[in-house]
């Protein structure tokens, strides 16, 4: 028969506060192969939740950093009242400067992979959308070419706090504690809600946040002052060339997520804006042959899987022709 306990027995045993029944039932649960996975994906929560050690990073790499500084100084001044070596002998400061690489290589590496161990990402390739759930009964909808993160051990502190890379639908679920949702999109940006649904797009070519229906709250940066600004259901909010943000009223903000329903909504948009999309959204690249081309523009509502449909539509509207050449797609007049 195989032994079954619950988180709470593991954690209980992980605290020395198991019975030696419970003791002996979680040590022979550790053992099938089976429980590796799940074990240590509890034995990660407890030591975050309970860590044994906190160790105070910006004191320790301060007085490693002074250390150097010292030793470096000793150093120095024994090399010049002393002659040159032919050869290179370990001494004591040379023991050291290899101590001291190795624990600024580990600092290191604790820097770098403290985000794959803090969060779990969801991300979508050129084309694909997906839907994600979160653990508060939010819903995601995630555009192609985006990438999502969370606390990979779920929303435990004040603020539900994901990241966002890309373009998304938001619906956000009320909690009982009234705890807040923030959607950073950069260090100088974030969306902060309770209960609403709104679409971010944070793209190289620019931030926007549409708002549904609720309330959200935009907290940003400009030139080292930080700023908020308060939405209503039909503002579409954008960052303009200054930092600010600017707020359009009574927009149509249904239209702004229609891609999760393979839809383009089109309203006297330029051909340039709309190639930057599929570029965007598909992956694919579309030269002009004439210039004058980007700034003609597109009203419409068009219902399309891929990029080349999208492009044919184009096309058509605008009375041109489509040229594959290599990996390069030219639209040109006909």
Known sequence: MKTIISKYTLFEYLAGRANPLERQQVEDWIIEKENSEIFHQWLMEYETKCPQFIPDQDVAIEYLLRRLETDMSIEQQRLADEPPRALFVPNRNSRFWLIAASVTLLVSCGWWFREAIQYKSYQ??????????????????????????????????????????????????????????????????????????????????????ALKCG????????????????????????????????????????????????????????????????????????????SNIANRTITGNFKTKNADELLKTISEVLDMKIEQNGNTTLLMNN
């Open 124 to 209: 979508t390739a050129y084309g694909q959308t997906t839907n994600v759930y979160l653990e508060d009964g939010s819903k995601v909808a995630l555009n192609s070419n985006s990438k999502l993160k969370m606390p990979r051990l779920g929303f435990d502190h004040d603020v539900r706090e994901v990241i966002l890379e890309g373009e998304a639908e938001f619906s956000v679920s009320h909690t009982i504690d009234n705890k807040r949702f923030v959607v950073k999109t950069s260090d100088q940006f974030q969306v902060e809600v309770l209960g609403t649904t709104f679409s971010v797009f944070a793209r190289p070519r620019g931030t926007k946040v």
């Open 215 to 290: 309330s959200v709250r935009i907290d940003y940066s400009q030139n080292n002052e930080r700023k908020e600004v308060m939405m209503e259901p039909g503002d579409l909010a954008f960052l303009d060339q200054s930092g600010a943000v600017q707020l359009a009223k009574k927009q149509d903000t249904k239209t702004f997520a229609a891609w999760t329903e393979q839809r383009y909504v089109f309203n006297a948009t330029a051909v340039k804006d709309i190639l930057a999309m599929i570029e965007e959204n598909f992956g694919q690249k579309v030269v002009l042959s004439d």
